[in-house]
Antibody, heavy 119, light 107 residues
Framework: EVQLLESGGGLVQPGGSLRLSCEAS????????MTWVRQAPGKGLEWVSG????????YYADSVRGRFTISRDNSKNTVYLQMNSLKVDDTAIYYC????????????WGQGTLLTVSS | DIQMTQSPSSVSASVGDRVTITCRAS??????LAWYQQKPGKAPKVLIY???SLQSGVPSRFSGSGSGTDFTLTINNLQPEDFATYYC?????????FGGGTKVEIK
């Protein structure tokens, strides 16, 4: 059974940093790209970042480029999202998601972790 | 960036109705489109991928169609558990983008 378990969310002041983690199980993690998607309170889904299976390529939304960094450790079946220079607008539930093979459509999602950026 | 425009933003329907949700891409995305269902407090769940492929385990009352720029999600014989918010997502290119969502409410 595929499972994605996010952790690391919490309350951070504007300008602060935080690292989210997503531990995967139930599939060959090193064979799949991974992604982060967020959802601000009461709003729709917003794609944040993606990383290919071997970490050769990374992709970012314009809203986070230069502030967020996605990475992965295939030995730990974990994908990370390092978030720096956080803004109030980054407040959201952050989901990690696994895509189908060879596409950036997502067949499994984690339960999400909440980031609140507030003073 | 590829913009995804969903309509309607909300729809009121009764159990047993047919509901149709449309999604329009700002440029040709071939069939690189997925549909997700999200219930309050839960993560999204994929229903349809590559425009018309039904995800395993999803009831056959859900169907997707379209290619290029215009896509449709149809729910036949709406069931109580189908009241939720639905999103389309293009997977043609980065940045990946979602539609604004369609909330299916009980009439």
């Amino acid at each position: 059974e595929v499972q994605l378990l996010e952790s690391g969310g919490g309350l951070v002041q504007p300008g602060g940093s935080l690292r989210l983690s997503c531990e995967a199980s139930g599939f060959t993690f090193s064979g799949y790209a991974m992604t982060w998607v967020r959802q601000a309170p009461g709003k729709g889904l917003e794609w944040v970042s993606g990383i290919t299976h071997g970490a050769d390529d990374t992709y970012y939304a314009d809203s986070v480029r230069g502030r967020f960094t996605i990475s992965r450790d295939n030995s730990k079946n974990t994908v990370y999202l390092q978030m720096n220079s956080l803004k109030v607008d980054d407040t959201a539930i952050y989901y990690c998601a696994k895509p189908y093979s060879n596409t950036w459509q997502f067949d499994y999602w984690g339960q999400g972790t909440l980031l609140t950026v507030s003073s | 960036d590829i913009q995804m425009t969903q309509s309607p933003s909300s729809v009121s329907a009764s159990v047993g109705d047919r509901v149709t949700i449309t999604c329009r891409a700002s440029q040709d995305i071939s069939s690189w489109l997925a549909w997700y269902q999200q219930k309050p407090g839960k993560a999204p769940k994929v229903l349809i991928y590559t425009a018309s492929s039904l995800q395993s385990g999803v009831p056959s009352r859900f169907s997707g169609s379209g290619s290029g720029t215009d896509f449709t999600l149809t729910i036949n014989n709406l069931q109580p558990e189908d009241f939720a918010t639905y999103y389309c997502q293009q997977a043609k290119g980065f940045p990946l983008t979602f539609g604004g969502g369609t909330k299916v409410e009980i009439k």
